[in-house]
């Protein structure tokens, strides 16, 4: 088989397939076409059915698109009836002709119904210009104006109840990879699940835009594939930063530009919480507000662009003291070493205790993903449980596409806990109920959430609901107990830093420079802590940049000291 397209970098050409057992013939017909139709579409030549099916499955996954299928009718092992038969299951759209020596013309004529034939052309089909053509452009124009067009993206087929699947979409979507999802119930989901040769069982699959598939892939080897860096270019840094959210990002920013050897690290995805928020409206410099995912992406393309390397899927499990060297060590096992450290590992949301809750994570029950999900819930019934902003926030984002969304509250009005603004916008959606002193008392269901128990406090009265979709946002714990014994922290596992580590004026145990510890900097000198993991923090993109850019001023006076 040839294709006259491989080796050159993938172009969205529609293809125009031909298939005939006689190379000659073969051979024949794809010179005339690609004469003609050569500069727009690509030609691809088989000389079996089989042949032909293995590249238009190929082709499928690759996303291609194939305009026109040509298929000799005599082949011996399978009948150019049977490889258009097959072919429709992959290429429903794609216009289908048969070649046919005059012999054979009431058999072409019979088949018309069976594969649903466009048209059957004669061979020989000399002078191409009155015999082939023609008939080839008008089968063309009639396929411009029914297809769709893909364009080469990422796709995920997967089962709308898988937990897998719905972390594959938010890991793609918090690291801002372009991707479509496929139902595998969907005909398109099948049709894409036959051309890799899969089933529900491998699911869920992704097939990366060159046609690459991955079956129920880990976060790293997807990352790998969509082109995220994932292992460190050197084992020594001036600076590490632990943690991708706005502090992490902002660290990264201006350790870079100010001439740092800089690297991030991030366990999951760019962004952090801030990277979940729908909308954040207070952040300085964008009066009508921005969503979570721009600021990520901007922050990102910044940090690159002074020259920051950002490293995801990798998290990081050990901080170790090796004279001047800081050495950060990842879950398996390897390890870099830095002047520096700057410790930005924010908070992790807390899991919503209730009985039955955990067993549907992902199968609708959600932390912190209402924005990948929020499209499924379309004319849905949701429930949000939380009273603070983030809660308010998918509320009210949540709202835009389902039937209704209920708040359930456990103090007694959203004033203790959420700022004015939200809940201002809160009282003014009409499809938004809050219902305060009401918590989940159980979540029910066979292989998906269906009922919640709703325990009304001020009533003390239960209640079963039909429920498909719960979106938890019920605040965040520090993720830093990998820092214990190496790093102080207090009672609740935040880092604890600068005068608040000192104890009546003395340095904190431990310490030994004769200075006391700077602003950011923890019981280690040269770690440094900024953002939500910081005791005392301020809990706010804002600040958490702020201590971000902060604690890049005190590396620089630290690495002064070296
Ligand atoms: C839904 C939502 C909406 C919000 N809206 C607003 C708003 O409108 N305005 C506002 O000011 N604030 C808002 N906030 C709060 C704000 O997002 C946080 O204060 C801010 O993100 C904190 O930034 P951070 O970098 O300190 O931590 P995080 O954002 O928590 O980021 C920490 C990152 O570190 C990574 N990490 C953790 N441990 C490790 C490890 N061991 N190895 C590698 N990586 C690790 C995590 O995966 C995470 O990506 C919102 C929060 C949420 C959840």
């Known amino acids: 088989m040839t294709d006259p397209a491989a080796g050159r970098p993938q172009v969205l050409r529609p293809s125009i397939l031909t298939v005939d057992d006689d190379p000659?013939?073969?051979?024949?017909?794809?010179?005339?076409?690609?004469?003609?139709?050569?500069?727009?579409?690509?030609?691809?030549?088989?000389?079996?059915?089989?042949?032909?099916?293995?590249?238009?499955?190929?082709?499928?996954?690759?996303?291609?698109?194939?305009?026109?299928?040509?298929?000799?009718?005599?082949?011996?092992?399978?009948?150019?009836?049977?490889?258009?038969?097959?072919?429709?299951?992959?290429?429903?759209?794609?216009?289908?002709?048969?070649?046919?020596?005059?012999?054979?013309?009431?058999?072409?004529?019979?088949?018309?119904?069976?594969?649903?034939?466009?048209?059957?052309?004669?061979?020989?089909w000399d002078p191409p210009e009155e015999k082939l053509y023609p008939v080839i452009d008008a089968q063309i124009e009639a396929w411009r104006t029914t297809d769709r067009r893909p364009v080469p993206e990422t796709k995920v087929i997967g089962h709308r109840w898988s937990a897998r699947s719905a972390e594959v979409r938010e890991f793609l979507a918090r690291n801002q990879v372009p991707y479509r999802w496929y139902s595998s119930e969907s005909p398109e989901g099948r049709r894409l699940l036959d051309a890799a040769g899969a089933d529900w069982q491998n699911l869920p699959l992704v097939v990366t835009p060159d046609g690459t598939v991955l079956t129920a892939p880990t976060d790293g080897e997807l990352a790998g594939r969509v082109g995220l860096a994932t292992t460190p270019s050197s084992d020594?840094?001036?600076?590490?930063?632990?943690?991708?959210?706005?502090?992490?990002?902002?660290?990264?920013?201006?350790?870079?530009?100010?001439?740092?050897?800089?690297?991030?690290?991030?366990?999951?995805?760019?962004?952090?919480?801030?990277?979940?928020?729908?909308?954040?409206?207070?952040?300085?410099?964008?009066?009508?507000?921005?969503?979570?995912?721009?600021?990520?992406?901007?922050?990102?393309?910044?940090?690159?662009?002074?020259?920051?390397?950002?490293?995801?899927?990798?998290?990081?499990?050990?901080?170790?003291v090796n004279g001047s060297a800081r050495t950060v060590r990842f879950a398996d096992g390897a390890s870099i070493d830095a002047h520096t450290v700057i410790l930005a590992t924010g908070v992790a949301y807390n899991r919503l205790g209730a009985e039955g809750v955990d067993e549907f994570a992902g199968r609708g029950v959600f932390y912190g993903s209402a924005l990948t999900e929020a499209p499924n819930c379309a004319e849905q019934d949701v429930y949000v449980v939380g009273g603070a902003n983030s809660a308010g926030q998918a509320a009210v984002y949540l709202a835009r596409s389902a039937r209704s969304v209920t708040m359930l509250v456990r103090g007694k009005s959203l004033a203790e806990s959420m700022s004015y603004y939200l809940i201002q916008q809160i009282a003014a959606i009409?499809?938004?109920?809050?219902?305060?002193?009401?918590?989940?008392?159980?979540?029910?269901?066979?292989?998906?959430?269906?009922?919640?128990?709703l325990s009304d406090q001020a009533a003390g009265a239960q209640e079963i609901v039909d429920a498909g979709w719960l979106f938890v946002f019920i605040g965040a714990a520090p993720h830093t107990?990998?820092?214990?014994?190496?790093?102080?922290?207090?009672?609740?596992?935040?880092?604890?830093?600068?005068?608040?580590?000192?104890?009546?004026?003395?340095?904190?145990?431990?310490?030994?420079?004769?200075?006391?510890?700077?602003?950011?900097?923890t019981s280690v000198p040269g770690v440094f802590v900024a953002g939500d993991a910081r005791a005392e923090s301020a809990k706010r993109v804002a600040s958490a940049v702020g201590e971000g850019a902060m604690a890049v001023m005190l590396v620089h006076r630290y690495l002064e000291g070296l």
């Open 24 to 124: 000659g013939v073969s051979r024949a017909v794809a010179r005339d076409l690609r004469r003609r139709y050569g500069e727009t579409y690509r030609i691809v030549r088989a000389e079996s059915g089989d042949q032909a099916l293995d590249a238009l499955r190929e082709m499928k996954l690759r996303g291609d698109t194939v305009a026109v299928l040509l298929a000799d009718y005599r082949m011996p092992q399978m009948s150019g009836l049977e490889f258009l038969e097959s072919a429709m299951d992959l290429y429903p759209a794609a216009r289908r002709l048969l070649l046919t020596a005059y012999a054979d013309t009431g058999a072409a004529i019979d088949a018309i119904n069976v594969v649903d034939l466009d048209y059957y052309l004669l061979k020989p």
């Open 430 to 453: 009409d499809n938004i109920t809050v219902r305060t002193q009401t918590v989940v008392g159980a979540a029910h269901g066979v292989k998906h959430l269906e009922r919640l128990t």
């Open 481 to 521: 107990d990998w820092l214990d014994g190496v790093v102080l922290r207090d009672g609740n596992g935040f880092v604890l830093a600068g005068p608040d580590l000192s104890v009546d004026g003395a340095p904190p145990p431990g310490w030994l420079l004769d200075r006391a510890p700077y602003h950011l900097e």
């Open 236 to 320: 020594f840094y001036d600076l590490v930063v632990i943690g991708g959210g706005p502090a992490g990002l902002g660290a990264a920013v201006y350790g870079a530009s100010e001439g740092l050897r800089t690297v991030l690290v991030e366990r999951l995805a760019t962004g952090g919480q801030a990277g979940q928020s729908s909308r954040i409206e207070n952040y300085l410099g964008f009066p009508d507000g921005v969503s979570g995912a721009q600021l990520t992406e901007r922050a990102r393309r910044q940090a690159t662009k002074f020259g920051a390397e950002i490293i995801t899927t990798r998290d990081v499990v050990a901080l170790e």
